[in-house]
Structures are given as C-alpha cells and as structure tokens.
C-alpha cells in the first residue's frame, strides 16, 4: 500500500524497502531516499491522481488562530475527512503561507495581525510591481521622471562596474552589460558626456592623502653652477627629469638628473604602500590623478623651485654612442622647464643632439625599432574637449635618447653590482617588416611583442640594448621609484630590497599598470569620440592595412584609425579624405566615410 508523500516540493507515492523508501515519481520515474528526505502526508492508499476538494479555509483560519496543529487536523477541519487528497490540500495551503505556516511535520496558524501585515506586505508588492512597469514604460518612450531615479541608479551602477547585473536592463529585454547601460543612459538624456571607463576599472580618481615628511639633511653634490633643462609638452605638471650635455675629449659628458623621489619614499612607508597600490600616474584627458601626494611633486619637481633635490646620472659617452663610465650621486640642481619647441631655440642643447644622435645611430645598428606613428594629446579644458597633434620635433629625441641611456646606465650598474633591481625587456618581433611609410610602421608594431618587468635581466630587442631599465620617471611610475629605492640603498652602503621583496613589487605594479593603461587608451578615446560628435571632422586618412574589401585608415590628425569599404583598389600609403558619420560611445567605435 503506497504512502502519499512530498520529496522535493511535489507529491510522491512512498513503499518502503528495507531501511528506505522507494518512490514512485509524478512523471513516473522512480527514487530510493531515506525516510528523513520526505514529508509523509498520508498513509495510503493513495494515488498521485490528486484532486484537491472546495474546503472552508477562512472558516478553519478563524477557529485556529494563533494554534499549532498537525496537517491531519488541519485537513479533517478544512475538508471534514483526512483523505490523500485533502491532505494534499492541507499542504498546499499551508505551504502558500498566508494564513497557514508549514513548520516541519506539523502547521503554524496565523494571527490576524500577521495575516493583516501579510496583505499590507502583498499590497505594497503589488504597487511596486505597478510602478515598475510603469517606470519600464516610460523607459521605453526615452523618458523618465523624478521618482524613476532609484531604478536608474542600479543602472548607473553597472555602467560604472560597480554591480553585475540590473533588473531594469533584464526587464527591458537587453544585456546586463555596462556597454548597454551606458547606452540606456545617453538615450534618456541622463549621461551626456560621462567617462566611465577608470570607475569601471575600480581605479582612485582622487590624490592620496598622506602626510609629506620634510627632505632629509644629507650631503648633496652641488651643480647648481651648471644649466639644466627639463622638457616636455607645454603643460605638464610633473617634471622628474633635466639634461644638460657637453663635449669633452672622446666623447661626451652627459647628466640626468631624476627628481629623488626615493629620498621621501623608502620602502614601506606609507607613501611607497600607496604609490604601489596605484602603480603609476593616471593621465586621463580631464586631468591627472597622481600616485603620490601633490606636494611630494611640489617638493621634488625639478624647476618648480629655484633649487631642486636630484638623483644624478653622470655618463661619459663616446663619439660613437657607446656607454664608457656612468655615477651616480645625490644633487642640487637648479632647472630651466622648457617645450619641445622651445628646446630648438637653445644653442647651450646642441652637445645633447650631437649625444642623442649617437646613442639613437648605436641602437638602431644593435636592432633596436623606430616607429613613429602620429600622436595626439587630448585635453578636456573648461567643459571643451582639444585635440592637439603632437609635432615630431627633433627635441623629443634628445630627451629620449638621454632617458634611454640612463635607463641603460642604471640597468648596467645593477648587473654589475648584483642588485636586485626591475628589469624592462622585450624579446625580439615576430617579424621584420619592410617597407616604408606608415603602413610599414603600422605593421611593425603589430609584429611587436610585450615589453615586460622582471627581476632578471634580459635584452630588450625593441630597443636594441642588451640590458635596461625604466628609471627617469619615478614621480610617474611606481617601478621607476623602486629602481631609486635600490640605487640609494646600494650608494648609501645600506640593505637593498631582496630579489623576493623586488619580484612582489614588480607583480604589484604591473597588475595595476594594466589597469591604468587601459583607463587612459579607453578615456582617450572616450573623449575623442566626444570631440567627433560634437565638431564633427573631414580629414586625411592613410591606408595602413587591407582586410578584404575593408582598408583600415591612419588619421593622422586625430591618432585614430577607422575601417572603411574600399570602393576601388589603393595601394598601401595611399592619402585619402575621410568624413566623420557617427559614433558608439558605449561601444568606443566610430564610423567614418570616404569623401
């Protein structure tokens, strides 16, 4: 005789089998479970044909309330017998859990304050459910009122990667994305001009606070005798590097002095903890959020005060490129900030051109890639987005070449003392392209492998030297301090950080720098479909690559590239006008036209 039973939120048959239960399932499968996985509902005969009769359940609520009863007294009183089917009944209404409770084997009546709350509760549903729709409804149109707010801000959220999923995009029929609730947001006029991108990759958008301690009193060489010159982009905010050249028998005397930020910054302290929890500077066209305190840079910034600390590098250089002696001491230096453009007006520069020149010549006969693809420096100032073309200016060389060598200098001297130190390599190109023009260089840096920082050193083939390390921007990059870190350990005789300590640091910052890179390449191009939108934009394109009928477009002007349909055959470098005819910001896609 089968028993009627629960397993798994539905009906069953149960006969018993020894020590268990075997079950004849409502879809006629069958299970063996232990008596304890069950609720017996009664003891037969039962079938699963179960048609559940009309009962009195208000009567019953208002003659128990507030009792507990067993589901057998629950059914005789509801249907006036205890049969499977009212037991079945009994269950059903116990388990809705309006004015009955199921509580193990057995059945919690109401009270009516709980059955009035439970209503009020089921009301208030009712109308959040309602005012959902509506909100759905309105969403739909592209409109939304003051009291949609909540709803759009779970959206917000995930457009800054701040949740994962949004009841309001799933409800609205589309992906659960931040693209697709960015894009929800431009529509209804609630985003305008929003970057989202550094938010979504969880970074800082504010400066530390930490306190700045005092420099510390230790002897410094003094070259505040000799020029120095710091140059970079008109703009820049950091200076942490300043060069000053001349010739001397066989060669050169080159020095490059390196704000001491390691001087502030030892390791552990609270600003190295910070710095290497945000890894780098974050250059974003709305403006920088650094790594490290503003006042450290007001500080340290080389010309930013009428004498500057320093970490000299003082290289001898042969005629022929090549590294013969490298120092490096601790400095006061007085600085002169100049532009690129200005920089080509300074007769005092022209021992650091004859220098640079020689070291460039040394490392493209050692292999070493010249690409040069155009570059543009966006700028959101005063609400209006600048796109600025970045001259190739021979200055930019200089300092280049000089940093490089410093670089090469530091690597060398850590090589030669044993000390740990991060490493920058890259191992050699897929391949070399021939070629000329920009389609060539276009090709070549695809061919590119990833420069990566280890704890051991390695060639970078890119740059064509047999070792190197990044040391000139340690206000930027957190690696550059930690190369600093080591060099005055090792000058001042103290322990440097273990290879361990080094290989930690360096997994750090590079985890981070991922994120940051990707934050400004993002926000970059954020902000120049922005300025494409809201200007417009009929320019020149060069024709760098050919996919079938597609020929992907360099536009100069903008350091974007486009996909366009060819409409009749161009060889490679071939100038062509292209238009502007719309964008996906969510997307960071632009469409754009041959003219």
Known sequence: MAALVIYKGRPALAEERGDKLELILPDGGRAKVRSKDVLFLHPGPASLDLKVPQGEAEAAWELLEGERVSLRELAELLYGAFTPEAAYGAFLLAQAGERFVLEGDGVRVRTREEVLALEEAKKRKEERERAFQEALERLRAGRFLPEDRPLLAEVEALALGERRESRVLKALGQPETPEAAHGLLLRLGLWLRENPHPRRLGLPLTPPELPVPPLPQEDRVDLTHLPAYAIDDEGSQD??????????????????????????????????????????????????????????????????????????????????????????????????????????????????????????????????????????????????????????????????????????????LALREGLPFPFATQEAPSRRVEGEGMAAMWEQRKALRRAQLRAVPAPHKGLGLPVYAQVTSPLRRYLDLVAHQQLRAWLKGEKPLSQEALLERVGAAEAVADGVREAERKSKLHWTLLYLKEEGYEGPGVLVEKRGGQGVFLLPELALTAQVALSQPLPLNAEVRLRFLEADLPNLEARFALV
């Not at 190295?272 to 250059?283: F, I, S, T, V, W």
């Not at 003082?314 to 200005?342: D, F, H, I, M, N």
């Open 239 to 412: 200076p942490d590097d300043a060069l000053f050249a001349e010739e001397v028998d066989g060669g050169f005397r080159l020095l490059v002095h390196v704000a001491d930020v390691a001087a502030l910054v030892p390791p552990g302290s609270p600003l190295d903890e910070e710095a290497m929890r945000r890894g780098a500077n974050l250059y974003l066209p709305e403006g920088t959020v650094p790594m490290l305190p503003p006042g450290v840079t007001q500080a340290l910034g080389l010309g930013l005060g009428e004498v500057s600390p320093a970490l000299t590098f003082e290289l001898w250089v042969s005629e022929a490129g090549e590294l013969l002696e490298e120092r490096l001491y601790p400095s006061w230096v007085r600085v002169k900030r100049l532009t690129y453009k200005e920089a080509l007006e300074v007769p005092e520069l022209s021992p650091l051109k004859a220098v640079a020149q020689a070291f460039y010549r040394k490392r493209l006969a050692q292999g070493a890639l010249d690409i040069q693809l155009p570059e543009v420096k966006v700028r959101v100032e005063e609400g209006k987005v600048r796109l600025t073309p970045l001259p190739p200016y021979e200055s930019r060389l200089w300092v280049r070449e000089a940093m490089l060598l410093a670089g090469y200098a530091a690597a060398h």
